[in-house]
């Protein structure tokens, strides 16, 4: 049974990649594991709880994403990396991203994924995904280079920022450097917010040069 759903969502993957969220029909997911129409709704019951499923398997690619980013003795760099990770999920899978947090619809179908900065995803891929940043987050606070905040408050607070940045630019804005016109000043403006004092930072991945100071 386990099986049968993994294979229909990996199906449903597919086929949001190769043609969009208009793609993903309960005929054409159950034609792609050579099923009929029935299988999805056998295993999933009906449409809404498959794109639940997909927008699950969407945060589970993420985590493993930023579970995947090493930790170095920089703390500000890993975090920075991490945002550098989490945007390539977003530009190598825009319209998974944009299923994950309801921006899209598949069939007249928004996931209902639970929020994991609120405390309603326990035990949640959602929340699998957001702790990584949260415990990047930690160690920046735990070296003493930002205030003594909760970490899960600002973490919530960059990772609104980075979401808001990466749909704008699968969208088609911020051009071509918008990492380091954008994303990089911005989230160190927050983190000034907090307390860094940028002119000491570490170093940001995939940026040339230092991001701009607040």
Same mark, same amino acid.
């Given at each position: 049974?386990?099986?049968?759903?993994?294979?229909?969502?990996?199906?449903?993957?597919?086929?949001?990649?190769?043609?969009?969220?208009?793609?993903?029909?309960?005929?054409?997911?159950?034609?792609?594991?050579?099923?009929?129409?029935?299988?999805?709704?056998?295993?999933?019951?009906?449409?809404?709880?498959?794109?639940?499923?997909?927008?699950?398997?969407?945060?589970?690619?993420?985590?493993?994403?930023? &579970?995947?980013?090493?930790?170095?003795?920089?703390?500000?760099?890993?975090?920075?990396?991490?945002?550098?990770?989490?945007?390539?999920?977003?530009?190598?899978?825009?319209?998974?991203?944009?299923?994950?947090?309801?921006?899209?619809?598949?069939?007249?179908?928004?996931?209902?994924?639970?929020?994991?900065?609120?405390?309603?995803?326990?035990?949640?891929?959602?929340?699998?995904?957001?702790?990584?940043?949260?415990?990047?987050?930690?160690?920046?606070?735990?070296?003493?280079?930002?205030?003594?905040?909760?970490?899960?408050?600002?973490?919530?607070?960059?990772?609104?920022?980075?979401?808001?940045?990466?749909?704008?630019?699968?969208?088609?804005?911020?051009?071509?450097?918008?990492?380091?016109?954008?994303?990089?000043?911005?989230?160190?403006?927050?983190?000034?917010?907090?307390?860094?004092?940028?002119?000491?930072?570490?170093?940001?991945?995939?940026?040339?040069?230092?991001? &701009?100071?607040?």
């Amino acid at each position: 049974m386990a099986e049968a759903r993994e294979r229909l969502v990996a199906a449903a993957l597919r086929l949001l990649a190769d043609g969009g969220p208009d793609a993903v029909q309960a005929r054409k997911v159950a034609a792609e594991v050579g099923a009929s129409t029935m299988a999805v709704y056998t295993h999933f019951g009906n449409m809404g709880r498959l794109v639940d499923a997909i927008a699950a398997a969407g945060f589970g690619l993420l985590g493993d994403r930023l &579970a995947a980013v090493p930790r170095t003795e920089d703390p500000v760099a890993d975090l920075a990396a991490l945002g550098l990770a989490y945007r390539a999920h977003a530009q190598e899978n825009p319209d998974l991203y944009r299923v994950m947090f309801g921006v899209t619809a598949i069939g007249g179908h928004r996931p209902r994924t639970a929020d994991p900065t609120a405390g309603g995803d326990p035990g949640g891929v959602a929340l699998r995904a957001f702790t990584h940043l949260v415990d990047a987050v930690a160690a920046v606070v735990d070296a003493g280079l930002v205030r003594r905040v909760d970490p899960a408050q600002l973490a919530a607070q960059l990772w609104s920022a980075l979401h808001g940045f990466v749909l704008l630019e699968i969208a088609g804005f911020h051009g071509d450097d918008g990492v380091e016109r954008v994303l990089a000043p911005m989230t160190v403006n927050l983190l000034a917010g907090a307390g860094y004092d940028a002119a000491a930072g570490g170093g940001w991945p995939g940026v040339s040069g230092p991001p &701009a100071s607040p």
